[in-house]
Structure formats: C-alpha cells, structure tokens
C-alpha cells in the first residue's frame, strides 16, 4: 500500500513539473513543424538537420523539427493527410505545382497576408523565373527552396569513341538525332550495348514532356491553371519525337524508361547521354566512373526546359506567432549564403542571383563550370505544368505519355485522350 | 437482481456475451461501420477545402462505367488473381512435397522457401526492380549470356503485369507451404502402405491419395491467397506505380491514389464498393466450405 | 520429424526431385543473396559480381546514417507487441464464448465475425483513417495497431482448437470451484498452446511487413515503422542506390530471419499440431 502511494505521489509530482516545463516552454518559444521531401540521396536529413540546428542557434525563441516525408509527391500526400487530421506542419517544402492544390484545399496561407506589404520587397531577391510558379492572383504563396531545371548530361569517353566532340553536346534536336545514331553501340548479333540518349518516362514523365513541347514552341497550360494544351498541333508533334526516337530512330530504349534506374543506366554505361534534373549533379559528380559533360536541353524552336522543384509553403492552420517565427525560416533557409550552401551540396540550383556572388559559390563554379548550366537556362525556362487538381492532370498526361512510348496509342490519339481528361477534372475550376 | 436474470440460461447468455463484447466492438468499429459508412460515402462529392459534402446520388458510379483506368484495374486485378492464385497454390503444394521428401538439406530448402515472407515487400520490390532492369538487370544479364535480345520488363505493356505477378507468388509460395507441410505431416504413413499394396503407382497415390487428403487445407489457403490477390499492392509503389499507362494498376492501388493523391474520397468510396463487392462474391464461396468442413467434422 | 514415405522418389526420380527442390530454393532465396552481395560491397559491384570485389562495410554504416532505423526497428517491436497481445486476448474470449455457449444469435454473430476475414482493414483505408482522425489518436503505434485488435482468423482457429477440448475438462475445474475466466487460463490456453504459437508467427510476420495502412496513418518517425521507413528512405528522386537499399532491408529483416532460422523447427511443428487445415 505504501508502496503505491509512493507512486502515485512520485506521478503527481512529475506530471506536476511536467506541466511547469511545457507552461514556461510555450510561453517562450514557438515550436515549428517543418516537412521536407527527401529528393536527394546521401545524408540529407544530416544536411537538413544542420541547417535546422545552426538556425535555432541564431534564434533561441524558434524550435523546429524537421519531418522528412519521402519524394515530393509523398511529403504533399502526409502534408494534406495530416491536414486532414487537424495537425498539418507549419511549414513545408512542397512542389511548386501543387500551388493551385493548395490553394484549393485551403491548406496554405499566402506570404502577402503574413507580412505587411512594405516587408514583402524580399521575393524580389529570387531569380523571377522561379518566382513565376510561387505566385497566383497576385499573391505570393511560395517561396523557391530547391529548385531545378532539366539539364542534359553526356559520357564524353562515349563521344569520343564514337567520334565526336566530348566538349559539346547536341545543340538542337537534329543534332541529338545524328550524335545518337553514332552513340548507340550493337554488338555481333545486333543487341544494343549502348543508347544514345534516355529521357525516362516514369516519375516525370509530364516534365520531360513539357521540355520537348516547350523546345517545340508550345506552352501546355495556361497561367490559371485551369485550361491545359496537351492536343495542340506542337505538343503533339513533340511527342512524335519522343516516340521516334526509339521507334524510328532507334537510339532510345523502347517502353518506358525508369526514372529511379536511368542515372545508374548512365553509371552503366548504358547511355551515352541522359536527361535528368539538374539535382543529380552531385550524384553523378560523385558517381560517374568517367568524365562527363553538362548541358542546356537542346532546342528545336527554341531552348528551353521547364523549372522544377519545391517551394516554402506556410500553412494556414498556423498561429500568427508560428507563421512569423516560419517566415523567420525560411528566409534564413533561402537567404543567399544557404542558398549557395545547399545548391553546393546537392546540385540544385541555388535561386537568387546574389547567392551565386558569394565566395563559395564563385569557388565552386571555378573549380566545377558546369554548376552554372542550369542557372543559365534559366533565362529559357517555363514555369513547370502546374493546374487545379495537379496530380490528376499531370497522372492523365503521364499516361498518354506511356501510352505512346509503349507503342499502344498513336500520339496524337493518346494526347487527345488526356486532354478530354483533363478539361473533365478541370471543369469545375474554369470559369 | 431479479430472479428471472438469475437463471442459468440466461447467465449463460449474459456470459457468453460479456466475453464477445471486447471482439465485437473492435470488428464493428473497424469492419462494419467503415463498410456501412463506405457505402454512403460512394453518395458525395467532397467539398474543396473544408466546403461541405454535396450529394451527388449514383454519379460515382456512373463514372465507374465510363472510367477506363478503372476499368483496367478492375481487369489487370482479374488477371493478377488468375495468375497468382493457382500458381502459387500450385508451387505450394509442390515445394511441400519436395521438403516433405526427405531430400538432402531439407531444412536449409525449407529456410530458403520460407525466405520472401520474412522480408517485407516494400524493401525487396526494390530487389525485384535490379532483377527487371533493362540492359544491366539480373534477368537480361542472364539472358543477354544465353544470346535473347534484351526485354524493357517493365516497361512494355505486355510484360510489366506478369512481372508484377511473378513477385507476388514469389512472396506468397512459401508462406502457404507450411500450412500444407503441417498438413502432409499428419497424413499417417499407413495410407501409402495400404496404397502399396494394392500396388498403386506413385503418380495415383498423390493424385488420388495426398492431394484429396490436402484438399480442406487447399481451400484455407485458397481463401487467403484470394484475400491477397486484391490486398497485395505494395510493390507496385516500387515497381511501377501502376503504369506503364495503367497496365499494372490493381484496384487497392487504384484506391490509394484516388483517395489519398486525388482526394476524391467520395469515387474512392465507390471503387471501395467494387472491391468489396468481389470479397464478398468470394466470402460466400468460403462460407459454403466452412459448412462443409463443419460436417466432417 | 521427417517420416520416410515408401512413395518418396528413388533412383533417378529422386536425383530429378532435389534438382527441382534446390532450383526453387535458389530462385527463392535469390532476392536475399542478392542483397548479401550488394550490401557487403562497394556501390560499383550492384550490377556485376566477380570474385574479386572487396569487402566494405560502409553500405551499412550509410544507410544507418541516413535514416533513423533504431527508432523504426522500437515502433515496428512496440506494434506488433501491441497487435498481438490485443489479438491473443480479444480472440481467446470470443473464441471461447463462440466453442463452449450457446445463446440466441449466436450464428449470426459468427457470421459477422467471419465476414473480417474477407473484408479486412486494408481495404477500408480511407473509412478507417476517419475514425483514427475523429479520436485523435493519428500518427501513433495505437493507430496502426487498432483495426486490428480483434481478428477473424484468430477467433476462429481458437473456436476449432476449443471445441475439440472434452467438456469433462471444464467441469472437473468447475467441481473445484474454479470460475470462467479461471478455467479458460488454467485449462483452455495451456491446450491451445501450439495454435497460440502458429498464430503467433502469423500474425507477427504479417504485421512487420504490412505497408500500406501505416503509411496512411503516420506521419513522423515517431510511429512510422520499419517498411514505411525503408520505402521513405528508398524513393529518392536521385535514382536507386541498391548497395544501401539492401544493407537497410538486411538490418530490419535480421531480427525476423534470424528468429525464423532458430525456431523454424518448432514453428512448423506447431503448425504441424494446430493443425491449420
């Protein structure tokens, strides 16, 4: 009997200071939940985790915790989950195209209406062409974080024993044709050794579709997000050179190519050129088992490839002080030494002009030019296909993507098939 | 308390109750309300952004008809039964015979059987996807040494769903080897000496003996392997995410992604009725085989 | 416990059944040698294998690094100890009410039971994620475990082996004034023993691989138990690394493979005696 008293004395006692601790605790800090999406590989959460720690070195009154949640797609499905719940993190970095689902769920709140409109001068910081797909209706909802194009990248010991230039790259569509022609390798039977080129058709497929359509003078959607392209004449014909290049030209895999296994395809020596996210730059940096070559898509119109990759979102179920104490965040995270920082260790691009002014990063770029590729495409690129309901329009259009590099519906078929798709699920946001 | 309350039947009933009530509950609340509430669910279209639901009647439904990624769900989740079903089934029953044989190493065959159960399938499909690759995989290294052109298994419409199929008997074999291991077991050795005698060949005392024998064991297994055929959808996240354009989409995966990517709850709510629909069209055919197995009891 | 059989093959037959036997092991067992191999060397050696590869470690101190698998290995322990002891008890009594009375109802009581065979908590996702939100309890180990406290499966394979104990048992226990709960504990769970065991293993392997309503129901590496974890940790958008992949599903598969190689043998014997049928 005593014994349990004594106990129970003991739980008072210890819930008692429990609430102490937690009382004091709130009164002076603001606790903050951050979810990021693992889209790098290597210690991440490491890298992550450190930039966390040295902020809430600088700013005692902010604690944050960092959730890392899977690839994007993964961390908006636990983000809007969680909002389901009632407990959404405060902050998170979420595709740039699911602005408009965001919105749509009421799931975030707008930069503009967190501060007050003379402290909202700080977007102008970043490059614009990021900024395109972070605003809507004249707000501010996004702000870029880790950010991407699409660049190209060549294995120039393959250049050379095909008998090209390993310094250069095909510069436009005809030219990717021929260096293809010349870099696919088949052995006595015929059996391809080496591709020449392979632009994967899973995961994103929808980006690498927009690079060829936006190369072919063709935007897919409109600035709304609620009317889509895919049928137009040049998205149709963009994908006809998807599917030539394996069908026709046969210097590209038939089928879908893999997202997940295609910079290891180039590991392998299984392609002599791939498109991938510019993000895999430090992968293949320190993969690559041979010298390699980076550079801007090639152009057919016109250069071009879309941006990608995640923005700061703050989310509206946030108290004032907690979307202050975020907005605190991520501007430290964004600021433009971070900025350098984090392109450096992961190959993204660092996304405002100042960042690439720092000493680091000017070190960094001499010492590895190519850094600066995706930077410089910049000045050609197009906000990535972003609509209402973004998940299910880009899930019909990477179906009629598949559909036609599998050889099961005609392009022009299979394009039209999701364009009826897609003004079906956009129906009721178009107005 | 009443004396009415204080006969033994009615103790009894009370008893008999109390000791249900705890399961009950938990199945009600997990089973038949989420089913019931599934049911209504199918009715409504979510409102956007914490908007309220609106009634939409059989919408839903009318949708499924016209809905062709369903429709290949639906059919490629036929297929999936069809193949992994007998086949595995098939290769359990064999694998039990082979360890049941007294080989050389039947421990270590039984471990290596038993192996795909133990590891989960989400980390192994990562395996498979090695085992698929184009060019540089596992199966084109093999093939490419015996002179086939190389396959895009995954990729080509044709392929990826019996790949997908392969890895879930893979997974599925040996765990439904040891209910008929256990069951071989039991089977008393005096049979085949009878059998012997009347000088039956070996072929006629498995055909007509042994798998009779295993065949109230067969029907538990064959519940189960159905119950997985429309629930194993794990590594379809790994593998292929349901495409190349669908042709790899099983229902419970369609589900997923329309309730929890969409967020169309309410058309999930109504795929969810397809496929409870299918479960319970196999629960009847289970409970005639518990009636069944309660006879010879 | 391997009877000889006068059927087993002989001769040439034999010689053809353990080429087949040991041809299916090694198609079987491929997955895991597979991952030994790559785990245990360097990235490079993921899609060739010559013998002169070096050994390394650093695929494992990599993946340990990378993601909090000690906390995922505590969840995934802590949900299956909560899956299970919730199923033995919740089982035993029903079981035992459904074997030993009858009352009025009874069958379609059963039958109610029965029907969670078939329309199990997988397939209710989205209903079931609802009610987790509604009582607060979301992104837990309770949360995961909760749809599948009381098991069909269960309370049926306890009813068979129950009803096969003779009813003198329980009366003898009864004469010496034993109550129900008492009888239950002191006669029926000590027969039942191998039926505990077998479901046991079932229900344990099954649940540290489940996948798909974990993923749901968690958010945080607070809950989020080894296979969400490991998928987490396997989708980078950077492209698949399998030496670290491999190295990850070795150690979270280590305790299980482990457990299942020293006690297969009492494994299949207690299935052997549950007789599972």
Known sequence: ?431 | MPPAFRSPATMRTIHAWLLLLPALAFIAAFTHVPAVNTFLHSFFLDGRGGAPAQFVGLEHYQYLLEDEVFRKALVNNLLFASGTIPLSIGLAMTMAFLVNAGLAGQSVLRLCYFVPTVLPMIAVANIWLFFYTPEYGLLEQIRGALGFTGVNWLGSESTALPCVIAVAVWKDAGFFMIFYLAALQQIPPSLAEAAMLEGASRLYYYRRVVIPLLMPTTLFVLVNATINAFRMVDHLFVLTQGGPNNASSLLLYYIYEVSFKYWDTGYGAALTMVLLGFLALASIGQFGFLDRKVHYR | MSQTNIYDSRGLARVLDTAAAWTLAVLWALPLLYAVWTAFHPSEFSTRFTLAAPLTLDNFRAAWDAAPFARYLVNTVLLVTLVLSGQLVLCTLAAYAFAKYDFPGKGILFALVLMQLMIMPDVLVVENYRTMSAIGVLDSTLAIGLPYMASAFGIFLLRQTFKSIPKELDEAAAVEGASTLQILWKVYVPLGKPVYLAYALVSVSYHWNNFLWPLIVTNTTNSRPLTVGLQVFSSTEQGVDWSIITAATLMTSGPLLIGFLLFQRQFVQSFMRAGIK
Not at chain 1, 375 to 402: C, G, Y
């Open chain 1, 1 to 431: 009997m005593t014994g349990f008293r004594k106990a129970c004395t003991l739980a008072a006692a210890a819930l008692l200071s429990l609430t102490l601790l937690a009382g004091t605790a709130l009164a002076e800090k603001v606790n903050l939940t951050f979810y990021f999406p693992v889209s790098v590989g290597g210690p991440i959460t490491k890298i992550v985790e450190g930039m966390t720690e040295q902020f809430m070195k600088e700013h005692p009154d902010i604690q944050v915790t960092p959730v890392y949640a899977g690839i994007y797609r993964e961390t908006l499905t636990k983000a809007l989950t969680a909002l389901r719940g009632g407990e959404p993190p405060h902050v998170a970095v979420l595709l740039s195209t699911d602005m408009y689902t965001l919105i749509d769920e009421d799931a975030v709140v707008a930069y503009d209406d967190i501060l007050k409109p003379e402290e909202m001068g700080f977007t102008k910081a970043y490059f614009p062409g990021f900024m395109r797909n972070s605003q809507t209706g004249g707000k501010t909802w996004g702000i870029p974080f880790q950010r991407s194009t699409i660049v190209m990248y060549w294995n120039k010991e393959a250049f050379k024993a095909a008998g090209l230039d390993p310094e250069k790259g095909p510069a436009n569509w005809n030219e990717l044709v021929e260096m293809g022609k010349k870099l696919t390798m088949r052995d006595a039977s015929g059996k391809v050794t080496q591709w020449g080129v392979a632009i994967p058709t899973t995961g994103y497929a929808y980006w690498m579709f927009q690079a060829l359509a936006i190369q072919n003078g063709v935007e897919l959607m409109n600035a709304e997000g609620t009317r889509t392209y895919f049928d137009a004449p040049k998205a149709i014909e963009a994908l006809q050179f998807l599917v030539d290049l394996a069908y026709r030209h046969e210097v590209s895999p038939k089928g879908t190519i893999d997202w997940a296994t295609t910079p290891r395809d180039f590991f392998e020596r299984k392609t002599a050129i791939m498109w991938t996210t510019t993000g895999n730059l430090t992968n293949v940096r320190t993969n690559a088992p041979f010298p390699f070559g980076v550079g801007m898509l090639p152009a057919s119109a016109r250069p071009g490839s879309p941006t990608g990759g995640g923005n700061f979102y703050i989310f509206k179920k946030a108290t004032p002080a907690e979307r202050k104490a975020a907005v605190t965040f991520v501007q430290w995270m964004t600021s433009a030494e971070r900025a350098a920082q984090w392109g450096i260790d992961t190959g993204y691009v660092a996304v405002r002009p100042d960042a690439w002014e720092t000493p680091a990063m000017k070190d960094y770029v001499a010492k590895f030019p190519v850094a600066a590729v995706a930077r410089d495409q910049l000045a050609h690129a197009v906000p990535e296909l972003s609509t209402h309901d973004n998940q299910r329009v880009t899930k019909a259009l990477d179906d009629a993507i598949q559909a036609a590099v599998t050889g099961s519906k005609k392009p022009a078929d299979a394009l039209k098939d999701a364009q009826k798709e897609a003004e079906r699920i956009l129906r009721r946001y178009g107005k």
